[in-house]
């Protein structure tokens, strides 16, 4: 027999679920389902919560970006016995 669990959600995220679920062909409901079934298999919870894009921290990556197109970059290492040896030096 089926139960019925309640959850609380923003309408943003319930809609970008239910259109992620329609686009895999599945309902909102058999999506959770199979994600709940997912972790009783595995006993594995997977959670991804991106970091915002700081106005810092899009500098520094402005920044990284130009000094790789200057060539303003350390050599590649194809072992780590390579950049030790790099580092050491």
Same mark, same amino acid.
């Given at each position: 027999?089926?139960? &019925?669990?309640? !959850?609380?959600?923003d309408?943003?995220?319930?809609k970008?679920a239910? /259109?992620?679920?329609?686009? *895999?062909?599945?309902t *909102?409901n058999s999506l959770?389902?199979?994600?709940l079934?997912?972790?009783?298999?595995t006993?594995h919870? $997977?959670?991804y919560?991106? /970091?915002p894009v700081?106005p810092? *921290?899009?500098? *520094?990556l /402005?920044?990284? /970006?130009e000094? !790789?197109?200057?060539? $303003?970059?350390?050599p590649e %290492?194809?072992? &780590? =016995?390579d %950049?030790?040896n =790099?580092l050491r030096s």
């Amino acid at each position: 027999m089926n139960k &019925v669990i309640t !959850i609380k959600t923003d309408a943003a995220t319930k809609k970008a679920a239910q /259109e992620l679920a329609q686009e *895999l062909g599945l309902t *909102l409901n058999s999506l959770i389902n199979s994600y709940l079934k997912q972790v009783i298999v595995t006993r594995h919870v $997977e959670l991804y919560a991106p /970091e915002p894009v700081t106005p810092k *921290l899009e500098k *520094l990556l /402005e920044e990284a /970006e130009e000094s !790789i197109k200057k060539g $303003e970059v350390g050599p590649e %290492f194809d072992d &780590v =016995d390579d %950049f030790i040896n =790099d580092l050491r030096s």
